[in-house]
């Protein structure tokens, strides 16, 4: 296995180096992004891994460049960083492997290894940085339902109680009845799947969604 490591600390890329030579692994270690993109297009190596924070370039813009050039080529970020969205942003990008730095050394070979063959591999740690983000687009994706169900008069009542109103001042101000005005606040509430008011006037503010009411003073 030819691996190539862009990290700019050079301890660690040293440290790491002498640990996979001593594996039989033939590294190729570089310290910034410039020379580690020429060197990606001469040795064409089996598995390149990036640091995350790079002085130049940060992991993920080169990640987006060595992609936009070598699109089956392995490549996996080598990390300290647990953060949800460099995760993420990182799968999305291209990445086969998000590994931690304070991997034991044979998770980190044996995940090398894995993503040699073409499969993604996660540090497990960041399993549940995963599941938080996959359950946070689920949600989003049902408010974004919700909203799309909610009729012109329902979202003038959100868009009210946005605003901190009462239900009887919104019903003086729309002309209905109090009741009128409750089985409105009702039927945003489940659409929205909120338990209440200030969940769904949240909603509203953060998405923009009073902007988009047709006739409507801003």
Do not use: W
């Not at 034991?104 to 983000?133: M, S, Y």
Request: charged share 25%; proline share 3%; hydrophobic share 45%.
């Amino acid at each position: 296995m030819r691996v190539l490591m862009i990290d700019d600390h050079a301890l660690f890329r040293f440290g790491l180096q002498e640990l996979l030579e001593r594996r039989g692994i033939e590294v190729i270690a570089v310290g910034d992004a410039t020379a580690g993109l020429q060197r990606v297009a001469e040795t064409v190596p089996d598995v390149v891994l990036l640091d995350m924070r790079m002085p130049q370039l940060s992991g993920l813009e080169l990640l987006r460049q060595l992609r936009a050039t070598h699109q089956r080529m392995p490549i996996a970020m080598l990390t300290t960083s647990a953060e949800e969205r460099d995760v993420i942003d990182s799968l999305q990008s291209g990445a086969q492997g998000y590994l931690l730095k304070d991997m034991e050394p044979d998770a980190l070979i044996a995940a090398l290894g894995e993503i040699v063959r073409g499969r993604t591999v996660v540090a497990p740690e960041l399993a549940i940085v995963l599941a938080r983000a996959v359950q946070g687009e689920a949600r989003g994706a049902q408010t974004a339902s919700g909203i799309a169900d909610l009729t012109p008069r329902e979202q003038e009542i959100l868009c009210h109680l946005a605003e901190g109103q009462s239900n009887k001042s919104i019903a003086r101000r729309l002309g209905i009845s109090d009741g009128t005005v409750k089985l409105h606040v009702k039927a945003i509430l489940r659409k929205l799947e909120v338990h209440s008011r200030v969940e769904a006037a949240v909603i509203a503010v953060e998405r923009g969604l009073c902007e988009r009411v047709p006739g409507r003073e801003i």
